[in-house]
């Protein structure tokens, strides 16, 4: 069983269960109104919330560690945001009684102050997806709460809140939701989101055959290469669809022994993108402790010394570990590559 009693452990289950119980309440209102980032990719009140109250809630029980993560209030406070900014704060009241709109922006910038946006390779931090797949949040399908503590540049806990994941890993819209939860060196753990007790140990599958992998890939063809992911597949010899889904809920689907492989290739429109640390980081403790293998395409261990983003690698590729070199050789063949 994994120390359930080491004060982060506790702090990041109460903190995500939290927050999925947020994002529920967001999504329940469909207060789902888009602000528009930089990169086009939608913001939800809820991202905002979810950000917010897990800022807060590490503000007070460990001060001193820094936040890492996607949102930051600039957007929020603009004049003609107002009224998305008094739902945020009133959502977050909810769950904080009497916070009142400056103190959400405080808590939403603790993930996107200066400080924050080189983490040291050296230290200690957290960092958070507050609504990671937020295309899925929108549709009323999977998405996930991420949060991770990392430490000398290794994830020392990775927490996923998945509320349309049951504790069987199955999608379940409208069940109770699951909290998976890994703790470097003691393995991979799941319960319901509303139950504080009856863990249960995941591990991947046993495949070893690659015709037999069952594929996962995000639901939105733009997230990743759609046509290299058919030549490896190809080139494989997968015989099953991939299964498409939103978010890291994916990682704790391949923790469980649902899934096989789980490719993020660089989309055509996209070469130079690198991923964000708060897209990975929880799931990769997932997967990893649960006996799975997690690289870059090139088979390179994920880098998390370099900032806000995984600078030194080039997409992702998990997988249950027997899977891993046959798949590494897939995205290097000539099927993988053609056109």
């Known amino acids: 069983m994994f120390d359930q009693d080491r004060v982060e ?11 999925v119980e947020l994002a529920r309440r967001v999504q329940d209102e469909m207060v789902g109104t888009a602000l528009a980032k930089s990169d086009k990719s939608p913001v939800t009140v809820a991202d905002f919330a979810v950000q917010a109250l897990v800022g807060g809630l590490l503000a007070e029980a460990f001060p001193g560690d820094l936040l890492v993560a996607e949102e930051a209030s600039g957007t929020l406070q603009a004049p003609e945001n ?6 945020v704060t009133r959502f977050v009241r909810g769950l904080r009684p009497g916070v009142d709109a400056a103190t959400v922006c405080r808590w939403i910038d603790r993930g996107a102050d200066g400080d924050a946006r080189r983490p040291p390779a050296a230290g200690r931090f ?3 997806d507050p609504i990671d797949g937020t295309k899925g949040f929108l549709r009323g399908d999977q998405y996930a709460v991420a949060l991770a503590l990392l430490d000398q540049g290794e994830v020392q806990v990775g927490i996923l809140g998945c509320p349309n994941l049951n504790a069987d890993v199955q999608p379940d819209i409208a069940g109770a939701g699951c909290v998976v939860v890994a703790v470097r060196g ?10 504080a007790r009856g863990y249960r140990r995941l591990h991947v599958s046993t495949r070893s055959q690659p015709h037999e992998a069952r594929v996962l890939r995000s639901f939105e063809a733009a997230h990743t290469n759609t046509d290299e992911l058919s030549n490896v597949v190809q080139a494989l010899g997968v015989r099953a669809a991939p299964v498409l889904m939103d978010s890291q809920a994916k990682y704790a689907v391949l923790a469980a022994g649902h899934g096989d492989l789980l490719f993020r290739l660089l989309s055509a429109a996209r070469p130079d993108y690198r991923e964000q640390i708060w897209d990975q980081a929880a799931g990769s403790l997932v997967v990893q402790e649960a006996g799975g293998c997690i690289t870059d395409l090139a088979g390179k261990a994920l880098d998390f010394t370099t900032g806000r983003t995984l600078a030194n690698n080039r997409g992702v590729l998990a997988s249950n570990g027997k899977l891993h070199a046959a798949a590494l050789a897939a995205l290097k063949s000539p099927t993988a590559d053609s056109p």
Do not use: C, S
Request: aromatic residues 10%; glycine residues 6%.
């Open 126 to 128: 957290w960092t958070l």
């Open 186 to 195: 003691q393995g991979t753990w799941i319960a319901p989101a509303v139950n």
């Open 9 to 19: 452990v506790r702090f990041g289950l109460e903190a995500v269960r939290r927050a």
């Open 82 to 87: 107002a009224d998305t900014l008094a739902q």
